[in-house]
């Protein structure tokens, strides 16, 4: 309820947006347009705060991920929004064949493999770019490369 309160507030609003000097995540839809109101205000608010300490925080934060690629070399990748899949480009050692493979990121047992699809194509993929779209209604994920 609290939180309620203090994203209805007009002073907040102002205050986050003479301190930040970021370019602010997209604005969701007006609200008489949606049947969704209250949440939207405190999303935008968590987001752009989040935004803003993980901006200005020091070190950032590296990590490493191990994937199991199982005798391909990993040419190039590309990350789901989210985080949550990772999608990349392989070949096998000697660069006979091709693959785009894509892989949960979350942690998995030792004894699963944490590749979820693997398609062979004819050439290399290059530029790859990840995506969540819309197609025929439900919510895909999308991979463009060329």
């Known amino acids: ?5 203090l994203t209805h ?5 102002k205050h986050m947006l003479e301190k930040i000097h970021l370019p602010l995540p997209p604005i969701s839809p007006p609200f008489q347009h949606t049947p969704a109101r209250d949440y939207h205000l405190e999303r935008a608010l968590i987001c752009v705060s989040l935004l803003e300490k993980n901006w200005i925080t020091e070190p950032c934060v590296r990590f490493t991920y ?3 690629t199982l005798g391909n070399k990993i040419l190039e990748v590309a990350l789901f929004p989210g985080g949550k899949y990772l999608v990349t480009s392989m070949a096998d050692v000697k660069d006979y064949q091709y693959h785009l493979g894509i892989f ?3 942690e998995v047992s030792a004894k699963q493999n944490n590749l979820l699809a693997k398609i062979t194509l004819p050439s290399q993929a290059y530029h790859l770019h ?4 819309h197609y025929q209604g439900e919510q ?6 060329i």
């Open 1 to 5: 309820k609290s939180f309620f309160y």
């Open 9 to 13: 507030d007009f002073m907040v609003w």
């Open 66 to 68: 191990t994937l199991e």
């Open 104 to 106: 949960y990121t979350d």
């Open 130 to 133: 990840a995506r969540f779209m």
């Open 140 to 145: 895909h994920l999308m991979v463009f490369y």
